[in-house]
């Protein structure tokens, strides 16, 4: 509900700000967009997690020096999870996990995260339709963490509720850096402003639980992790434009 006011507030600032025509100059503006991106995995976060999807906000100021700077924060999720035999040992003979009242629970485990990063982006005017846009970089460095999410639906097994999750939830976390390379838009007139390119991240994270309930013998490894994604993003921009300044005349 507060994403959707969020975005029906950028929606109504476009219709009220949004007015300026940009062909004949470079401008500085703020920058908003709503964003999503298709990420795949690689180096240790691919033993954990398979694709993954992101849908976030970015927030920032281009200057009339086509330099972008702003803060973007993105929640990531999917339901492709590679760990093996995480919850064998809370299963029965015949491969179930039953809840406190002896039923059979469905279980699922999913893939959730989020990150937090500063940026600097620069627009290089080529094959624009105006000084305002053109091939889109940028470089962000922040903060990112990863862990599993189990759901029980309207089952309670006590194994895997409350705290206890966090035994098997392998939370994941630390310091991250991350490049863009794509398209911006920034149209002469009207809505028909977005960038979309391919971008990836790369992350020196550390779990940070002590102990694993699936393996309580097996020392949790203290080494830096290096998670990288990489995929495509598409978001669609909001210039908020000042209103050019009416002219009146009077006899």
């Known amino acids: 509900m507060r994403f959707c006011l969020l975005v029906c507030f950028i929606i109504f600032g476009f ?46 100021y281009k200057i009339k020096r086509n330099w972008v700077i702003g803060i973007d924060g993105s929640y990531m999720f999917g339901n492709k999870v590679r760990e093996e035999g995480l919850l064998d ?3 029965d003979e015949k491969g179930n996990i039953t809840d406190m009242n002896g039923d059979i629970a469905i279980v699922q485990i999913l893939g959730r995260g ?17 000084k305002n846009s ?52 920034m149209a002469n007139q009207g809505a028909y402003n977005f960038y979309a ?6 992350a020196f994270t550390y779990n940070r639980r002590t102990v694993f309930f699936d393996q309580p013998d097996v020392p949790v490894s203290s080494d830096m992790r290096l998670d990288i994604q990489y995929g495509f993003k598409v978001a669609w921009l909001v210039p908020l434009y000042k209103r050019i300044p009416k002219e009146f005349y009077y006899n």
């Open 15 to 60: 219709h009220v700000f949004g007015q300026r025509n940009v062909k004949d100059s470079i401008i500085s503006t703020p920058w908003v967009s709503v964003q999503y991106g298709l990420n795949w995995t690689a180096g240790d976060l691919k033993d954990r997690l398979g694709l993954m999807n992101q849908i976030g906000l970015f927030a920032g």
């Open 89 to 91: 040992h809370l299963r």
């Open 114 to 130: 989020f990150h937090v990063n500063g940026n600097v982006g620069k627009i290089i005017p080529v094959l624009s339709p105006n």
């Open 134 to 185: 053109g091939i889109y970089v940028n470089f962000g460095v922040g903060y990112t963490a990863y862990k599993y999410r189990i759901e029980t639906q309207d089952h309670v097994v006590p194994q895997i509720e409350l705290d206890y999750k966090k035994g098997y939830d392998r939370l994941t976390s630390g310091l991250n850096t991350q490049q863009f390379i794509g398209y911006a838009l």
């Open 197 to 202: 390119g391919f971008y990836i991240q790369e």
